[in-house]
Protein backbone atom coordinates (compact mmCIF):
# COMPACT_ATOMS: atom_id res chain seq x y z
CA UNK A 1 0.00 0.00 0.00
CA UNK A 2 2.57 2.28 0.48
CA UNK A 3 4.47 1.82 -2.76
CA UNK A 4 1.56 2.59 -4.33
CA UNK A 5 0.80 5.68 -2.28
CA UNK A 6 4.36 6.70 -3.01
CA UNK A 7 3.52 5.22 -6.74
CA UNK A 8 0.51 7.42 -7.15
CA UNK A 9 0.79 10.17 -4.58
CA UNK A 10 0.85 12.96 -7.02
CA UNK A 11 -2.01 11.78 -9.08
CA UNK A 12 -4.01 11.23 -5.95
CA UNK A 13 -3.05 14.59 -4.42
CA UNK A 14 -3.96 16.14 -8.07
CA UNK A 15 -7.19 14.71 -8.02
CA UNK A 16 -8.44 15.56 -4.83
CA UNK A 17 -7.16 19.25 -5.44
CA UNK A 18 -9.62 19.51 -8.57
CA UNK A 19 -12.55 18.08 -6.71
CA UNK A 20 -11.97 20.43 -4.12
CA UNK A 21 -11.79 22.90 -6.63
CA UNK A 22 -15.01 22.31 -8.19
CA UNK A 23 -17.18 22.00 -5.01
CA UNK A 24 -15.57 25.39 -4.39
CA UNK A 25 -16.42 26.52 -7.52
CA UNK A 26 -20.34 25.38 -7.49
CA UNK A 27 -20.71 26.69 -3.83
CA UNK A 28 -19.11 30.11 -5.15
CA UNK A 29 -21.82 30.19 -8.31
CA UNK A 30 -24.85 29.44 -5.81
CA UNK A 31 -24.15 32.05 -3.57
CA UNK A 32 -23.25 34.63 -6.01
CA UNK A 33 -26.80 33.55 -7.94
CA UNK A 34 -28.39 33.70 -4.60
CA UNK A 35 -27.08 37.46 -4.00
CA UNK A 36 -28.15 38.70 -7.09
CA UNK A 37 -31.62 37.71 -6.70
CA UNK A 38 -32.10 39.06 -3.30
CA UNK A 39 -29.93 42.08 -5.23
CA UNK A 40 -32.93 42.35 -7.60
CA UNK A 41 -35.87 42.08 -4.89
CA UNK A 42 -34.15 45.26 -2.93
CA UNK A 43 -33.80 47.24 -6.15
CA UNK A 44 -37.45 46.52 -7.03
CA UNK A 45 -38.83 47.50 -4.09
CA UNK A 46 -36.65 50.78 -4.47
CA UNK A 47 -37.80 51.08 -7.91
CA UNK A 48 -41.67 51.55 -6.75
CA UNK A 49 -42.47 55.49 -7.16
CA UNK A 50 -44.07 56.63 -4.04
CA UNK A 51 -46.41 59.01 -5.75
CA UNK A 52 -48.07 55.50 -7.13
CA UNK A 53 -47.84 54.28 -3.58
CA UNK A 54 -49.55 57.42 -1.85
CA UNK A 55 -51.98 57.51 -4.79
CA UNK A 56 -53.09 53.64 -3.97
CA UNK A 57 -53.28 55.00 -0.38
CA UNK A 58 -55.24 57.85 -0.79
CA UNK A 59 -58.07 55.38 -3.38
CA UNK A 60 -57.86 52.84 -0.84
CA UNK A 61 -58.73 55.73 1.87
CA UNK A 62 -61.21 57.30 0.15
CA UNK A 63 -63.36 54.05 -1.03
CA UNK A 64 -63.48 53.62 2.61
CA UNK A 65 -64.65 56.74 3.71
CA UNK A 66 -67.19 56.85 0.70
CA UNK A 67 -68.73 53.36 1.72
CA UNK A 68 -68.59 54.71 5.46
CA UNK A 69 -70.52 57.71 4.37
CA UNK A 70 -72.77 55.12 2.51
CA UNK A 71 -73.40 53.59 5.23
CA UNK A 72 -73.88 56.71 7.20
CA UNK A 73 -76.66 57.76 4.54
CA UNK A 74 -78.87 54.57 4.90
CA UNK A 75 -79.15 55.31 8.48
CA UNK A 76 -79.72 59.38 9.00
CA UNK A 77 -81.83 60.09 11.68
CA UNK A 78 -85.42 61.54 10.76
CA UNK A 79 -88.49 63.01 12.46
CA UNK A 80 -91.28 61.27 13.11
CA UNK A 81 -95.19 62.31 14.29
CA UNK A 82 -96.74 59.51 16.22
CA UNK A 83 -100.58 59.89 17.15
CA UNK A 84 -103.72 58.02 18.29
CA UNK A 85 -104.15 54.58 20.45
CA UNK A 86 -100.45 54.64 21.87
CA UNK A 87 -99.22 54.72 24.93
CA UNK A 88 -97.10 58.02 24.40
CA UNK A 89 -97.74 59.69 21.24
CA UNK A 90 -95.53 62.24 20.25
CA UNK A 91 -92.47 63.23 17.58
CA UNK A 92 -89.67 60.83 17.98
CA UNK A 93 -86.15 60.73 16.17
CA UNK A 94 -85.82 57.36 14.06
CA UNK A 95 -83.67 56.08 11.67
CA UNK A 96 -84.25 55.52 7.59
CA UNK A 97 -83.92 52.26 7.89
CA UNK A 98 -86.65 51.97 10.97
CA UNK A 99 -90.25 50.48 10.35
CA UNK A 100 -93.65 51.53 11.71
CA UNK A 101 -93.69 48.32 13.84
CA UNK A 102 -90.25 50.29 15.66
CA UNK A 103 -91.74 53.67 15.87
CA UNK A 104 -94.92 52.07 17.65
CA UNK A 105 -92.16 50.44 20.47
CA UNK A 106 -90.76 54.26 20.46
CA UNK A 107 -93.98 55.28 21.32
CA UNK A 108 -94.50 52.87 24.47
CA UNK A 109 -96.56 50.54 22.26
CA UNK A 110 -100.22 50.52 21.50
CA UNK A 111 -103.28 50.93 24.03
CA UNK A 112 -105.67 48.68 24.75
CA UNK A 113 -108.01 50.41 22.16
CA UNK A 114 -105.69 50.36 19.55
CA UNK A 115 -107.20 48.59 16.48
CA UNK A 116 -103.76 46.65 15.75
CA UNK A 117 -105.15 44.96 12.89
CA UNK A 118 -105.38 47.97 10.55
CA UNK A 119 -101.80 48.61 11.14
CA UNK A 120 -99.20 47.91 8.38
CA UNK A 121 -96.13 47.61 10.86
CA UNK A 122 -93.33 46.71 7.93
CA UNK A 123 -93.88 49.71 6.21
CA UNK A 124 -90.81 52.08 6.34
CA UNK A 125 -91.21 55.26 7.94
CA UNK A 126 -90.09 58.84 6.50
CA UNK A 127 -89.00 61.73 7.41
CA UNK A 128 -91.57 64.52 8.82
CA UNK A 129 -94.33 60.92 8.46
CA UNK A 130 -97.49 61.49 10.45
CA UNK A 131 -98.57 57.74 12.00
CA UNK A 132 -101.94 57.34 13.28
CA UNK A 133 -103.03 54.70 14.91
CA UNK A 134 -106.79 54.20 14.57
CA UNK A 135 -108.96 53.37 17.59
CA UNK A 136 -111.39 49.70 17.31
CA UNK A 137 -114.48 50.98 15.48
CA UNK A 138 -112.74 53.72 13.81
CA UNK A 139 -113.07 54.04 10.12
CA UNK A 140 -111.79 58.16 9.14
CA UNK A 141 -108.60 59.68 9.35
CA UNK A 142 -108.50 62.89 11.53
CA UNK A 143 -107.25 65.71 9.57
CA UNK A 144 -103.62 66.52 10.12
CA UNK A 145 -102.40 69.75 9.24
CA UNK A 146 -99.35 70.77 7.84
CA UNK A 147 -97.91 67.24 7.39
CA UNK A 148 -96.29 66.35 4.18
CA UNK A 149 -97.57 62.55 5.04
CA UNK A 150 -99.67 60.57 7.22
CA UNK A 151 -100.15 56.52 7.82
CA UNK A 152 -103.02 54.98 8.80
CA UNK A 153 -103.71 51.39 9.64
CA UNK A 154 -104.12 50.45 6.40
CA UNK A 155 -100.70 52.50 5.11
CA UNK A 156 -102.44 55.07 3.01
CA UNK A 157 -100.77 58.27 2.40
CA UNK A 158 -102.55 61.57 2.91
CA UNK A 159 -101.21 64.34 1.41
CA UNK A 160 -102.46 67.49 3.25
CA UNK A 161 -103.48 71.28 2.02
CA UNK A 162 -102.43 74.47 4.26
CA UNK A 163 -104.74 74.43 6.76
CA UNK A 164 -106.57 70.67 6.25
CA UNK A 165 -106.45 67.54 4.51
CA UNK A 166 -107.56 65.69 1.40
CA UNK A 167 -108.77 62.28 1.10
CA UNK A 168 -106.02 59.42 1.93
CA UNK A 169 -104.87 57.79 -1.22
CA UNK A 170 -103.79 54.32 -1.06
CA UNK A 171 -100.30 53.44 -2.24
CA UNK A 172 -100.36 50.87 -4.19
CA UNK A 173 -96.70 49.98 -4.09
CA UNK A 174 -96.92 49.98 0.16
CA UNK A 175 -100.41 48.75 0.89
CA UNK A 176 -101.22 45.52 1.97
CA UNK A 177 -104.03 43.19 1.08
CA UNK A 178 -106.52 45.15 3.80
CA UNK A 179 -105.11 48.42 2.35
CA UNK A 180 -105.85 48.09 -1.36
CA UNK A 181 -108.94 46.91 -0.09
CA UNK A 182 -109.84 50.52 0.37
CA UNK A 183 -109.72 51.06 -3.43
CA UNK A 184 -113.12 51.54 -5.23
CA UNK A 185 -114.00 47.97 -6.70
CA UNK A 186 -110.94 45.87 -5.37
CA UNK A 187 -112.27 43.27 -3.36
CA UNK A 188 -110.20 40.52 -1.28
CA UNK A 189 -109.00 38.48 -4.75
CA UNK A 190 -108.53 41.36 -6.56
CA UNK A 191 -106.34 43.08 -3.97
CA UNK A 192 -104.13 39.79 -3.87
CA UNK A 193 -103.54 39.93 -7.65
CA UNK A 194 -102.50 43.51 -7.10
CA UNK A 195 -100.23 42.31 -4.33
CA UNK A 196 -98.94 39.30 -6.80
CA UNK A 197 -98.42 41.42 -9.85
CA UNK A 198 -96.73 43.85 -7.84
CA UNK A 199 -94.35 40.77 -6.28
CA UNK A 200 -93.69 39.41 -9.45
CA UNK A 201 -92.82 42.49 -11.54
CA UNK A 202 -91.69 45.07 -9.29
CA UNK A 203 -93.45 48.19 -8.30
CA UNK A 204 -95.83 49.73 -10.53
CA UNK A 205 -94.19 53.02 -12.21
CA UNK A 206 -97.96 54.80 -13.00
CA UNK A 207 -101.40 53.72 -11.13
CA UNK A 208 -102.50 53.28 -15.13
CA UNK A 209 -100.05 50.15 -14.83
CA UNK A 210 -103.29 48.19 -12.57
CA UNK A 211 -104.74 47.88 -16.17
CA UNK A 212 -101.69 44.64 -16.29
CA UNK A 213 -103.29 43.14 -13.49
CA UNK A 214 -105.69 40.32 -13.90
CA UNK A 215 -109.20 41.46 -13.09
CA UNK A 216 -109.14 45.14 -13.72
CA UNK A 217 -110.38 46.73 -16.37
CA UNK A 218 -110.57 50.01 -17.77
CA UNK A 219 -113.59 50.68 -16.50
CA UNK A 220 -112.15 49.55 -12.76
CA UNK A 221 -109.12 51.03 -13.33
CA UNK A 222 -110.97 54.93 -13.60
CA UNK A 223 -112.76 54.25 -10.56
CA UNK A 224 -109.26 53.52 -8.40
CA UNK A 225 -106.97 56.45 -10.12
CA UNK A 226 -108.21 59.06 -8.04
CA UNK A 227 -108.06 56.99 -5.36
CA UNK A 228 -104.30 55.78 -5.86
CA UNK A 229 -100.75 56.47 -6.01
CA UNK A 230 -97.29 55.15 -6.26
CA UNK A 231 -95.71 57.90 -4.41
Known amino acids: MEKIWRKYKPWIVGILCCLLAIVFFVYHAHASAEKQAELKKTDALLSQKPDESAASMQQDSSSGQEAGGASSSQTDTIMVDIKGAVAHPGVYPLQTTDRVNDAIERAGGFTAKADVNQMNLALKVKDE????????????????????????????????????????????????????????????????????????????KSVDDLNNVSGIGDKTLEKIKPAATTN
Open 129 to 204: MVIYVPKKGEKSLPQVAGSSSAVSGDAQTMDNAPGGSTPAKVNINEADVTGLQNLPGIGPAKAQAILQYRTEHGPF
